[in-house]
């Protein structure tokens, strides 16, 4: 048995090959320990607000067989423990050695709205002739990602990974540890233009999956009415889709109506047309639909199976949601928000053939300098639908000059909602995570 000394001499200058080794033998992961599966692996993870270095060897007194650290404290006197440089940068290696290590065929998805809804879409689809691997939630970022990457299996066919970004460079890191072997930008929109400084910052990183995949001609999914997307196209091998009746279309499709879920028809290389009734709310998910279906196609998923797979989700994401309660007609989108996306989902909500509308929507959050005039613009959106039965939540919208009920936060409207106890109504629900709007549907 080796003393502590010596073995941790011996971790320190262990490589990512060799820590790999005990990754194939320990091939859960796991960053919280609350959550230590026996034989699991801890990676110890820092934050602003805390130390996983600290929690070591609680980690694994809890079950893991291992805790990686970047400081080891003085009580942590195990074997056990594999000291590191970075905890962080590890992690993310080890997630990219193991997706070398296993080849299977990944799709990257990116986007400023519907990246979450199409990749579903994605895995739904490709679940028809595959076993898929797809990112759970919202595990899209510079932890989750990697995270997602080491639940890979040999048994998985393909892997459908979600990257999101806050600030510029942050596609680019994502990329490099997945190394996608082709992908999707969904749309570009201005959303957490605090920290990428301009919708210009927003072009510039989404199109950092672009920058990756044009290295090696690998495939680009793309709608081909994009602008912005089309405009970032150079040495590119795409395959299109639209909803627009341009040449070289590998999808066409059409909205047949919103009633209030999406109906849709489409055609692949100018074959017969499949008419799918969907579970999801909004005309704009049919560009969502176009992609998952090219996307499909491309992997040998017969237009059979794509309708079945279109037409059989049911999204659970608080995403483009219509829930039915004994009272009330609920279309929740509460998980994020921002100008595009609030502005396509007030349209739509206008457009709705439905009666006794009301609209709950939440601040958006992370638009820097900004702020105040976007919500100004959706104040003369609702304006415009017409809708007066309107509730503002939160201080973006409180800065504006409005004629709407305003609330400062969830816990005052959920009172509001115990007191009037609303019902015959068809209520929008859409704000920012931030505003926790996804906890009314249960009190309507």
Known sequence: MLNFAMYLHILITMDIEALYKIFCEHPVITTDTRDCPKGSIFFALRGETFNGNAFAMKALESGCSYAVVDEVHDAAQSEYIIKVDDVLTTLQQLARYHRRALGTKIVGV????GKTTTKELIAAVLGEK??????????????????????????????????????????????????????????????????????????????????????????????????????????????????????GLKVKGEVIECAPCLTFAWSADGGPQHRVETHLIGDYNIHNMLAAATIGLSFGVSEQQVSHALASYIPQNNRSQLTVTERNKLVVDAYNANPT???????????????????ILGSMAELGDVSLDEHMKIIDAIKASGIKDVWLVGEEFRKTNHPFRQFANVDEVKQAIKAEQPSGRCILIKGSNSQRLFQLPELL
């Open 130 to 247: 595959y076993n898929v691997l797809y990112t759970q939630g919202n595990f899209n970022n510079h932890i989750g990602v990697p995270k997602t990457l080491l639940r890979l299996t040999p048994e998985h066919d393909i892997a459908v990974i979600e990257m999101g970004a806050n600030h510029p460079g942050e596609i680019k890191t994502l990329v490099d540890i997945v190394e996608p072997d082709c992908g999707i930008i969904t749309n570009v929109g201005r959303a957490h233009l605090g920290g990428f400084g301009s919708f210009e910052g927003v072009i510039k990183t989404k199109g950092e999956l672009y920058d990756f995949l044009r290295k090696d001609h690998r495939t680009v999914f793309i709608d081909a009415a994009n602008p912005y997307l089309m405009g970032m196209t150079d040495g590119l091998e795409l395959v299109r889709y639209s909803t627009e009746p341009l040449d």
């Open 110 to 113: 990116t986007g400023t709205n």
């Open 341 to 359: 996306s609030m502005s396509a989902a007030l349209n739509n909500f206008s457009a709705m053939r439905v009666d006794n509308k009301m609209m």
